[in-house]
């Protein structure tokens, strides 16, 4: 009988007690094995290894059936699920937002909220496209641990649940290398098409045309035939393309005209005689000034978290009802509701410039829409969570966050004389590389 023979082994030694279980549970599964002997054979042969191996893995006080049950899971065990259930990988589709995934993947829009507030002074998680994606990352208890935002290679989001339960963010961002090439073209019908065949995209084009718009009509002053050079960047993070792309200089011939731009390192565009070519920006995006109420403080503590919560902007104590001025010409690229944020505007101006506009009581503008320096875009409010009606207003250069009263912004003024001279020396090695790039062009 099984039971009394399990009580004596544990009187013998290791060794033969490891050799009476093996025996004894070989039998037990030449009595109890369930098909045609045939078919046993050729496990029946592995069965001595198999079991030896797990034996020292079982209890000796088990009873026989659980001892079979335990050999039984070890030699045929269930199926592993294949995906790790702990992360869970979402790419954005066209028209996901933040609250349809958090549904879709049984998140509550509670949780949502906590990390929107994380996400506050990025707004990384306003604008979702195709090609971004999200990963989520969950606890024993399914609990949401970490959500990383991919934007692309070199840009990277990760919010990440702190002990108090709220989340933190912090941005994994990777410079990459910026790899130019030479497009030339010539001008037959539309500049926008001969521009696009020659490689440039819409972006682009649009850059052209607004950094010689106050030099040239593009739908009337321009002679068929005539040339240009575009340099463009593109870049790379490892083997991988961002997506991210500028122009680093032109020109256009166009009868016995000269056009040039070069982008200086201070994110503007001056012609090859340094004069600037962009309208001056305001300073302040306001008819009169207002008393700052909290200034840019990019290494602001949370009063009760002490968690490090950036001021990415001015705030002016501007009571609701305040007309807010774009600060320069250029297309507005959000207009958005934000639970912390509120309702506010984001511009995309020429060169490497981007302004944001908070806590709005009503926009007067749509996505989409080119704006002028100087026009009303919104009325100034009290949206999203504050403490009282202001206008936080924010000024990016190439995609960080400055102090907008102390920044270097446009000035409509030729070149400052801080890297003037490394800004000549770009602007040669670019002409030659648009003379040559031309040469060839010719020769094909
Ligand atoms: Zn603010």
Redesign the pocket.
């Known amino acids: 009988m099984p039971q009394p023979l399990l009580t004596l082994t544990n009187r013998l030694p290791g060794t033969h007690r490891r050799l009476l279980g093996t025996l004894l549970l070989i039998s037990l599964l030449i009595v109890f094995w369930p098909s045609s002997p045939k078919q046993q054979s050729p496990l029946l042969s592995l069965m001595p290894v198999l079991v030896s191996s797990s034996l020292s893995q079982l209890e000796p006080q088990l009873g026989w059936q659980a001892q079979w049950q335990q050999l039984n899971q070890t030699l045929f065990p269930e199926p592993e699920p294949e995906v790790d259930e702990s992360i869970v990988h979402y790419a954005i589709q066209s028209g996901d937002s933040l609250s349809r995934i958090f549904s879709r993947l049984g998140f509550s829009q509670q949780l949502m909220h906590r990390i929107m507030a994380a996400d506050q002074s990025l707004l990384a998680l306003d604008v979702l496209r195709p090609g971004h994606s999200l990963t989520f990352q969950l606890d024993d208890n399914k609990e949401l641990l970490s959500m990383e935002l991919f934007v692309h290679a070199g840009n990277r989001v990760l919010y990440q649940r702190e002990a108090d339960g709220d989340f933190s963010y912090q941005e994994l961002l990777d410079e990459g290398e910026w790899y130019s090439q030479t497009l030339v073209g010539e001008i037959h019908g539309s500049f926008y098409l001969s521009a696009q065949r020659a490689g440039l995209n819409d972006a682009e084009i649009a850059t052209v045309s607004q950094l010689f718009r106050d030099r040239i009509n593009f739908s009337r002053d321009i002679q068929a035939g005539a040339r240009f050079q575009v340099i463009r960047s593109d870049n790379y993070v490892g083997e991988e393309a961002t997506g991210q792309s500028r122009i680093e200089g032109i020109r256009l011939f166009n009868r016995r005209q000269q056009l040039t731009a070069f982008l200086h390192e201070n994110g503007q565009y001056y012609d090859a005689e340094g004069n600037s070519l962009q309208r001056a920006f305001m300073r302040i995006p306001l008819q009169r000034e207002f008393r700052i109420s909290?200034p840019f403080n990019p290494r602001r503590l949370h009063p009760v978290t002490r968690r490090v919560s950036p001021?990415n902007?001015t705030?002016f104590a501007t009571p609701t009802g305040t007309p807010v001025l774009a600060a320069a010409d250029g297309v507005v690229i959000r207009v958005e509701n934000h639970p912390f944020a509120g309702r506010y505007i984001e511009i995309q101006h020429h060169g490497q410039y981007k302004t944001r506009y908070?806590h709005l009581d009503r926009a007067l503008v749509r996505n989409g829409q080119r704006v002028e320096r100087g026009q009303r875009i919104a009325l100034s409010g009290a949206t999203g969570r504050v403490t009282g009606p202001?206008l936080?207003y924010e000024l990016h250069v190439n995609n960080r966050p400055v102090n907008p009263m102390t920044a270097n912004i446009p000035l409509a003024q030729p070149i400052p004389d801080e890297g003037r001279e490394a800004f000549f020396e770009k602007v040669a090695f670019m002409i030659q590389q648009m003379d040559e790039e031309t040469l060839l062009a010719q020769k094909r």
Request: aromatic content about 0%; proline content about 0%; glycine content about 14%.
């Open positions: 909290s001021h902007g705030d908070l202001h936080h």
